[in-house]
């Protein structure tokens, strides 16, 4: 049985809470650009000193903030079969989707690198997995060019590409990732997704 927490961590928790709440609206409502200590500062009515207690460094700060998107994203889990890969365009595209100004905020190059090195890692371990287990006799670079043409479908860059640089529509844009994941499984030999 774990001890309650003591007020002291209980405010601690709290005041970390608010900070990484202001740098999450922060990104919301601009970019990562305006994602500055002094702006988060002020948007969570506290003291930059205040936040600097709770994060050192610029680098734990956004280390945290990216932490905190990856939650509030809410991705789907990593496939683990045939199917949860012809799933993956819907859920993904469509999580992305609810939080889709968090999402293209998050791509900015100082977070998206620090978001993906975690979920990137997962997804393409499990792709790969998947993929070998699919076809072990198809050569190793074929089951490696598989696999990461199927990880670029699944991916927050290719959903934004597709709904705001080519205006697909979320439904079109889901198709295209499922159609591309498709016809990638059956040049590996895979009959197509039963309906």
Known sequence: MSTPATLLERQT??????????????????????????????????????????????????????????????LPPPPQSVDDIYALPRALYSSLETKARLTRASLHTELSDRIRGWQARERW???????????????EQERKLAAANIYYYVTASTWQYYRFYLGFSLEDSIAAAEAAIRNTLSALGRPALRR
């Not at 002020?42 to 050192?56: D, G, L, M, P």
């Not at 792709?127 to 006799?137: E, G």
């Open 13 to 74: 928790d709290f005041t970390r809470q608010v900070i990484l709440d202001a740098a999450v609206d922060t990104l919301e409502r601009g970019s990562v650009a305006d994602l500055t200590v002094r702006a988060v500062a002020k948007h969570a009515n506290i003291s930059e000193r205040t936040v600097f207690r709770y994060f050192a460094t610029r680098e734990e700060f956004l280390d945290a903030v990216a932490t905190e998107v990856r939650t509030r994203l809410n």
């Open 125 to 139: 371990s499990a792709v790969r997995k998947v993929i070998d287990a699919l076809a072990p006799r198809r050569p």
